[in-house]
């Protein structure tokens, strides 16, 4: 058996290691030499709580991930391709030993508390965003107790060891390819306990004090399972996916000829970007978006994770959808705002994201609205969908948009570290 190498260079004692699928059919080239192969662990293996868990979620994704430093050896017969390195919070029921928690982050008598928000971030080639999201989402908890997930898909810029080493608290976990948006949120998910989730996007940026008075929210109003901030850009500008109808082909033909914007306060041509309504207010809406959802646990539990089927863009819609359906309320927050960079992920790969953008909007027509009208309208949007993404490819082509080439960032110091010396200096 063959280990493949870490990304995380040789600065660091790995937390992430990666590891071969079992075979020749699995194998990876690579200019490293070989490594020692794993042998099937013994019972003096596993006495230690760290190395339990990191056996049962290696077992679990083929991968060792224990904070800090080298766990143990994963057992052959349960490896597969390195997935993901995951928490030592929780394993799952894959290798047949005693699981044992490794850190218990509160707790009340012998009782594990569960936290109040876990803040989930799936990040691709944003490193210097997401290094001011984690740092932002610091700053934001005020006296709430936040767990926070980072889920790398498979980024080449330097995300995985800045994260490693600059935000030892954060969670990893390191995918061995870009599983898209969903996929990467619905395994951080499962691996969270805390009262309410909130799906974050790598380059937003959260003020203080925002996170509170939404958790208070959502605890004074027990019948309401999503809620969302007014979303804005850098430069001051509303992210109008933030409040959303459900679409509809007449919402759909309005958006595309922009009559949405010719008769904003029309609730007619209006009803997708919802512009006839005050963006600072509060309000209930149908959608609000995935760049920064908060979600009540006992709502995602009746619902369901993301839908997988969606690699990237409309799987918040078709979440709040299903959150409807089962008659759950979605609340626009307007008095709360955060900021977002739209895109910063898609400039990598603009075309492929082109692509899934159209794909998305068949899927959800495919899924919620093509039994409710007559198949000619039915072929009639889907044939407006292709017209669009041909359009918006010529486009790019003539703008020569090309992907964004990654660029690795440094190391920076902890929040921990930072801290200490102001104290000292002080």
């Given amino acids: 058996m063959e280990a493949a190498p870490c990304r995380i260079s040789g600065g660091v004692r790995a937390r992430c290691r990666r590891h071969a699928r079992t075979g020749l059919e699995g194998a990876r080239a690579s200019n490293h030499p070989p490594r020692a192969t794993y042998p099937e662990p013994e019972e003096s293996l596993v006495d230690d709580p760290q ?7 290696a077992a679990e994704n083929g991968t060792l991930c224990v904070g800090g430093g080298d766990a143990g050896a994963v057992p052959p017969r349960d490896r597969a391709r390195g997935r993901s390195c995951v928490s030592p919070y929780r394993a799952r029921d894959s290798w047949d030993v005693e699981k044992k928690e490794v850190e218990t982050p509160v707790t009340e008598g012998n009782a594990q508390v569960p936290a109040d928000l876990a803040v989930v971030v799936a990040s691709y080639n944003v490193a210097a965003l997401l290094a001011e999201c984690l740092e932002s989402i610091e700053t934001a908890r005020g006296a709430l107790e936040v767990e926070v997930v980072v889920v790398d898909n498979d980024s080449s810029d330097g995300s995985q060891e800045m994260v490693s080493v600059s935000y030892p608290d954060v969670r990893l976990i390191c995918n061995d390819v870009n599983e898209g948006f969903a996929k990467a949120n619905n395994r951080a998910i499962k691996e969270t306990r805390a009262r309410y989730v909130l799906l974050l996007n790598p380059d937003t940026k959260i003020p203080e004090r925002t996170l509170e008075p939404m958790i208070a929210f959502l605890d004074q109003n027990p019948d309401v399972g999503v809620v969302g901030p007014r979303v804005v850009r850098p430069d001051g500008a509303l992210d109008e996916a933030c409040r959303r109808g459900f679409p509809t082909p007449l919402s759909a033909a309005a958006r595309f000829l922009q009559l949405d914007r010719v008769f904003p306060k029309s609730r007619t041509f209006g009803s997708y970007r919802q512009t006839f309504k005050d963006p600072g207010d509060r309000y209930e809406v149908d959608s609000v978006v995935g760049a920064f959802m908060m979600l009540r646990r006992s709502a995602l539990e009746d619902v369901g994770v993301l839908d997988e089927d969606f690699f990237m863009f409309g799987e918040d819609l078709d979440w709040c959808w299903r959150f409807k359906k089962r008659d759950w309320r979605i609340y626009y927050l307007g008095d709360q705002q955060v900021i977002h960079h739209k895109g910063a992920s898609c400039t990598t790969a603009p ?20 039994q409710r009208y007559p198949f000619f309208l039915n072929w009639i949007v889907y044939g407006a969908v292709g017209i669009r993404y041909a359009l918006k490819s010529v486009v790019m082509v003539m703008r020569g948009t090309r992907a964004r080439r990654p660029e690795p960032v440094g190391v920076r110091e902890s929040p921990a570290s930072r801290a200490e010396e102001a104290s000292a200096e002080a």
């Fill in 351 to 370: 075309h492929r994201m082109n692509w899934h953008f159209h794909r998305s909007m068949v899927l959800f027509h495919r899924k919620h609205l093509v």
């Fill in 51 to 57: 190395e339990r868990v990191g056996f049962e979620s």
